[in-house]
């Protein structure tokens, strides 16, 4: 495909059960970014990956919260026993880092979260 | 800790008009500095990226320039249209390819 993608859309859940999240990156794109969107808020940067590196996870607001990326490709952010706080639009976006600066991200439609 | 500010944070112009969005930071040590649009229910669509080398850059009806010393960044868009209603985002890189956004400027331009 052309661009990033996310499934699924929309995700309605109750609260305490586990959720998965997937992304799938531009082909070729190293870097793997999850950000979280609330109603009235910015984007809040929650993971990023770069290739075989480290994960950086500082984003991440609990322990409740995971991702993975396998292969360098397709990433599932889970999220356990889902609270109503945790109600938001989740967004990937994937780039090409160009030595320290940072390239153009490019991002999915996003995964709106409701949690009951 | 980067701090970004996005005013005014709702506009709404008739056709026609020129505009401009400003986005404050308050650490000036940037790399980058990077201007979205975002649809209602979609995600977001990169516009222009300046590296922290350049004043400007341009697409079309759309300018963006960037003063590091003063931490400021500002979106130009000339004559604008219906189809540039959108919310604009701001998004500064730092140190490290993380940004931090600001919380955007919902723009509505009305025929």
């Known amino acids: 495909g052309a661009g990033v993608s996310q499934s699924p859309s929309n995700k309605v859940t109750e609260k305490g059960k586990d959720v998965e999240l997937r992304c799938d990156p531009i082909?070729?794109?190293?870097?793997l970014y999850w950000y979280r969107q609330s109603l009235g808020q910015g984007l809040e940067f929650l993971i990023y990956f770069q290739g075989n590196s480290a994960p950086d996870k500082s984003g991440l607001p609990s322990d409740r919260f995971s991702a993975e990326r396998t292969g360098g490709s397709v990433s599932t952010l889970t999220i356990q026993r889902t609270q109503q706080e945790d109600s938001a639009v989740y967004l990937c976006?994937?780039?090409?880092?160009?030595?320290?600066?940072?390239?153009?991200?490019?991002f999915g439609p996003g995964t709106r979260l409701t949690v009951l | 800790k980067q701090e970004v500010t996005q005013i005014p944070a709702a506009l709404s112009v008739p056709e026609g008009e020129n505009l401009v969005l400003n986005c404050s930071f308050t650490?000036?040590?940037?790399?980058?500095l990077q201007w979205f649009r975002q649809d209602p229910g979609k995600g977001l669509t990169s516009l222009l990226l300046?590296?922290?080398?350049?004043r400007e850059q341009t697409s079309g009806r759309l300018n963006a320039s960037l003063d590091k010393s003063s931490g400021r960044s500002t979106l130009y868009i000339a004559a604008s249209q219906p189809g540039d209603s959108a919310t604009y985002l701001c998004a500064v890189y730092g140190g490290s390819y993380i940004p931090t956004f600001g919380r955007g400027t919902s723009l509505i331009v009305h025929p």
């Open positions: 976006a994937s780039s090409r880092p160009l030595g320290t600066s940072a390239d153009t991200q490019y």
């Open positions: 300046i590296q922290s080398s350049q």
């Open positions: 082909s070729g794109h190293t870097a």
């Open positions: 650490d000036s040590a940037i790399y980058n």
